[in-house]
């Protein structure tokens, strides 16, 4: 067994992290009765010293041997964020088929309320709730932003 901590090539000549493809997690929630608009994302600003540092995206990475990418979306949450988000259930996914490389976007919610006051800083520096409205007018990460008009259909607002 080798090592999918690694980075790909795709059909496109492009390098993408993860040698069995990648996976991350677009948490949403009801909003809450104060604030506008009836959906919010969880985001994550990621850390600088990552690949596409100071960008926005969800939190994701390289699905393990064995992993589905469900399973590695969960792993990558708890380990970029320490949220465990196992209660979660899936709504949608977006897989970004680059030929050899693939990346899942599962939109998901939870059914428990998600305290961000415990998140642990490592490979993002914050992780907030938005509409999806601001989203696009963020610094996205290259792949998120590209994918993120379909995603966005994905959560209905």
Sequence with gaps: ????????????????????????????????????????????????????????????GAIHHGETPWDAALREVKEETGLDLSS???????????????????????????DLSVVAVGEQQNLVWLDPSDVAALPLHPGFGDVWPVVRDLVGH
């Design 1 to 60: 067994m080798h090592d999918t901590n690694r980075w790909a090539r795709c059909s496109r000549g492009h390098r993408h992290w993860g040698s069995l493809g990648a996976a991350g997690m677009l948490l949403t929630r009801r909003t809450p009765e104060d604030v506008p608009g009836p959906t919010q994302v969880l985001l994550q600003h990621r850390a600088d010293w990552v690949h596409h540092g100071g960008t926005w995206s969800t939190p994701g």
């Design 88 to 114: 979660a259930h899936e709504l949608a996914r977006h897989v970004d088929d680059h030929g050899g490389w693939s990346y899942t976007t599962i939109v998901a919610t939870a059914d428990i309320a998600v």
